[in-house]
């Protein structure tokens, strides 16, 4: 009984600390820089939820990085106009190339939403536009959606450096870090989905 209890003990801990050098490392891949992306591909996908990550992508298909740019998960009332202000930008001459997808409600659903337009629009490569933090998880669900299609991440970094910005950095890595264990384990698609996937149209629209 006692050597099961020993064996037991030694297997948590085992777990324990498999699990604590996972966070480390997770922690790590989100500070680090990212490889350079490519001059030019085929598609921007921006994935909505955090400062910075629709002003950069905006930034990048004005700057010719991409033919197209899909922004995925971004609310019903946010228009153009509204991203325009947010960014900075007369987003008038880029209108035609900008899709709004507002089917996605999780990760998951970005990459229903961006299979679905680079299905669409013949995308074979595609610079993946999220937080830091988010990008693990993000890739994840991209790469499972869109085999084939080449990925290139440019993690959008906090603003907040220093000491007092990281208690509240650690907890959302931290509660980013389980999130992604729990995609990697594919429990996650035992778990309802927050996207009906008769809501996603056939074609999604594009911004005007």
Do not use: C
């Amino acid at each position: 009984m006692r050597s099961k209890r020993r064996l037991l003990k030694r297997l948590a801990l085992a777990i324990g600390v498999l699990v604590a050098g996972g966070f480390l490392w997770f922690v790590y891949t989100t500070t680090i820089p990212a490889d350079p992306v490519p001059e030019h591909v085929d598609g921007i996908v921006a994935l909505t939820g955090g400062p910075g990550r629709v002003e950069s992508a905006l930034h990048l298909l004005a700057d010719g990085r991409a033919d197209r740019l899909l922004i995925t998960g971004i609310g019903g009332g946010t228009d153009l106009a509204v991203l325009g202000r947010m960014a900075g930008m007369d987003l008038a001459p880029l209108a035609a190339r900008i899709t709004l997808g507002r089917y996605a409600a999780s990760t998951h659903g970005n990459g229903v939403e961006t299979a679905a337009w680079v299905r669409e629009n013949a995308i074979a490569s595609l610079i993946v536009v999220t937080a830091s933090y988010h990008m693990p998880r993000a890739l994840l669900e991209l790469h499972a959606a869109l085999p084939g299609v080449k990925l290139f991440p440019m993690p959008v970094q906090p603003a907040e450096r220093g000491f007092a910005a990281q208690a509240p950095r650690l907890k959302l890595e931290a509660e980013e870090y389980a999130k992604y264990l729990f995609t990697l384990s594919g429990l996650s698609n035992w778990l309802p989905r927050r996207e009906a996937s008769e809501r996603l149209p056939l074609r999604l629209g594009t911004a005007g």
